[in-house]
């Protein structure tokens, strides 16, 4: 059976997963300093950290529409899944699940499934690459999805940023109480609900000691690590991934580690020097 796998520009694709023909990206926007981006492959990374840096105002993101949704799945394979980023966070899901309906109406059936990643970048990039890895076991449609929403059940997400700012000014922080005293460079080491939401896992002054306070919360929760894929992204410090990445080896095994750099939604939130891991 054919299949493609969209999955929306929060998730960061490794360079594997755009050389196949199974993936597509379907591009949120950002709004920063009176400029629309487009979140795809001319994101320029530096150019928008700069302008994010001079703007007074809080960048804002975009989700892609219904009607994009479906393009995507008006094609000639006959599987068709989307992964998003969390329905807490974004309507990246809703639109997704709209656009099916709407292709459903205007086409007819056809086996489509929307995946709420409950996280964000490189969780959606593990839930990809899992549904790839089921269907290239030539697994039922029915069985992908099952197999698929037991791993993301299973998955977890940790962040570490700079700054919090644009969580909060977007509203992405309802409900986390803890309010964090940056005079002091208390640095929050951050987590995602099994519903998607996001919470403070706990703190530490300084970056260097949150990222190692990120790596005992992963240590703490990690079951059957030699089964798992290690994915960590980062906006503009591959130095604090690698030093994340060789503290979890230390401590663990791995089926494989992926670092990969934030793209434009993902460099939004993450902020200039934010880290995040999912496992």
Not at 76 to 87: D, K, N, Q
Not at 104 to 132: C, H, P, W
């Amino acid at each position: 059976m054919s299949y493609k796998i969209i999955v929306d520009s929060c998730g960061e694709l490794t360079e594997e997963m755009k050389a196949s023909s199974h993936f597509e990206t379907a591009s949120l926007q950002i709004e920063v300093a009176g400029q629309r981006i487009v979140d795809d492959e001319t994101f320029d990374q530096a150019e928008f950290l700069k302008l994010v840096s001079a703007s007074p105002e809080c960048p804002k993101s975009s989700c892609p529409s219904p009607e994009r949704y479906m393009e995507g799945y008006r094609c000639e394979e006959e599987r068709v899944y989307a992964v998003t980023l969390s329905a807490e966070l974004s309507g990246s899901y809703n639109s997704a699940v709209l656009g099916r309906d709407l292709y459903r109406e205007e086409y007819g059936e056809k086996d489509i499934y929307v995946f709420n990643s409950r996280s964000a970048s490189v969780g959606e990039t593990l839930i990809a690459m899992k549904i790839q890895e089921c269907e290239e076991k030539g697994m039922s449609f029915r069985e992908v999805i099952d197999i698929v929403e037991a791993y993301i059940q299973e998955q977890d997400t940790y962040f570490v940023l700079e700054t919090l700012d644009i969580l909060r000014k977007n509203g992405r922080l309802t409900g986390v109480k803890a309010v964090v005293a940056t005079v002091l460079n208390i640095k929050p080491v951050m987590g995602a609900t099994d519903a998607g939401t996001i919470c403070q896992l706990g703190q530490a002054r300084g970056i260097k000691k949150a990222l190692v306070k990120l790596v005992d919360e992963v240590i703490k929760k990690l079951e059957n690590s030699k089964e798992k894929v290690l994915a960590i992204s980062h906006c503009n410090c591959r130095e604090r991934a690698e030093y994340v990445r060789d503290m979890l080896k230390e401590r663990a095994q791995f089926k494989d580690v992926v670092i990969l750099d934030t793209a434009g939604i993902s460099s939004m939130y993450a902020a200039d020097g934010g880290v995040i891991v999912v496992v």
